[in-house]
Structures are given as structure tokens and as C-alpha cells.
């Protein structure tokens, strides 16, 4: 596709996402609907009547669902992208969260379990100012994994 017509397809989907979200937009949806049900006894309440509400309001449906769907993916991709920019700026964060929304439901999960894991440390911590983080966790865990196996292998435990 021309770079041209990708441009006008954002910017008119852009506009138009953004007049259908305004107080103007549902006002004159309103006064459509209110002129349709004024004119049902002008037409009898007919099959015609009805027929054109509902066609009129499907074709619409159908057309904002697409519309809708690429602007949150143009503002979810956008936030995505500030989020990797604080995520790689900031010196304590764990840049491994970079990207994530393209791991599966499966690995996701497994993510957020560590992360509640961690919320219920930062609360049962007394001071507010400790951090916990991924690598942090990794290399408590690889430690306590090194004393343990330490400990099997006849070490008393004790540290240097």
C-alpha cells in the first residue's frame, strides 16, 4: 500500500474516532433516533420504518467497530512504546519487561503471579523505600539455591 493512502486512512479514522467520542456526535445520533420514532406514526410503525433504523444503525455498527479497533491499537501501540522508554530508562528497572505483550496468556500469567508475589513482600516490608525487581529475586534465588545444595552436599551453611 502507498504510504499516501495508509496516511489518509489514519488520519480520517483518527478524526472520526475522535467526532464520534464528542457531545456532538451523540446529539446527533439522538436526534435521528428521535426524528425515527416521531415518523413511526407518519408511517404506520411499517416494516419499512423499522427496516431502515436497523439497517442504518448495523452499516454503522459495523463500519466504528474497525474504526474503534485501529485507533485503540495505534494508542496501545503508543503506549506500549512509553512504557519501553521508562522501562529502559530507568536504571532499577528490569529491562526483560520490554516487549512483553508479545509473550502468550500462559507466560503472561506466570509474570503477573511474580509480580503479586512481590506486592505481597513490599507490604509486609516496614520500610516503603526497599525495591524488590526480577534480578533482585533471581539472584536471591540463585543464592538460596547455592546454600541448599551447599547444605546437601555436607556445607554447614556458614558464610565466608
Known amino acids: 500500500m502507498e504510504r499516501g493512502k495508509i496516511n489518509f486512512f489514519e488520519k480520517m479514522a483518527t478524526r472520526i474516532t475522535a467526532w464520534t467520542g464528542s457531545s456532538m456526535a451523540f446529539g446527533v445520533a439522538f436526534g435521528i433516533i428521535l426524528v ?3 415518523t413511526g406514526p407518519i408511517f404506520g410503525y411499517s416494516d419499512t420504518w423499522q427496516l431502515v433504523i436497523n439497517t442504518g444503525t448495523t452499516i454503522v455498527t459495523f463500519l466504528m467497530v ?5 485507533s485503540q491499537n495505534k494508542d496501545s501501540k503508543a503506549i506500549q512504546l512509553k512504557l519501553n522508554e521508562l522501562i529502559a530508562a530507568s536504571r532499577f528497572a528490569s ?3 520490554v516487549d512483553i505483550e508479545d509473550l502468550s496468556e500462559t507466560e503472561l500469567d506466570v509474570l503477573r503471579r511474580f509480580y503479586q508475589k512481590l ?3 513490599s507490604e509486609a516490608d516496614n520500610d516503603i ?3 524488590h525487581s526480577i ?3 533471581q539472584r536471591l534465588h540463585k543464592h538460596k539455591k547455592g546454600v541448599v545444595s551447599g547444605l546437601t552436599n555436607g556445607d554447614t551453611g ?3
Do not use: C, P, V, Y
Open 36 to 38: 425515527w420514532g416521531i
Open 66 to 70: 474497525f474504526l474503534i479497533q485501529k
Open 95 to 97: 529491562n526483560r519487561m
Open 119 to 121: 506486592a505481597e513482600m
Open 129 to 131: 523505600h526497599t525495591s
Open 135 to 137: 534480578d533482585a529475586a
Open 158 to 160: 556458614s558464610q565466608e
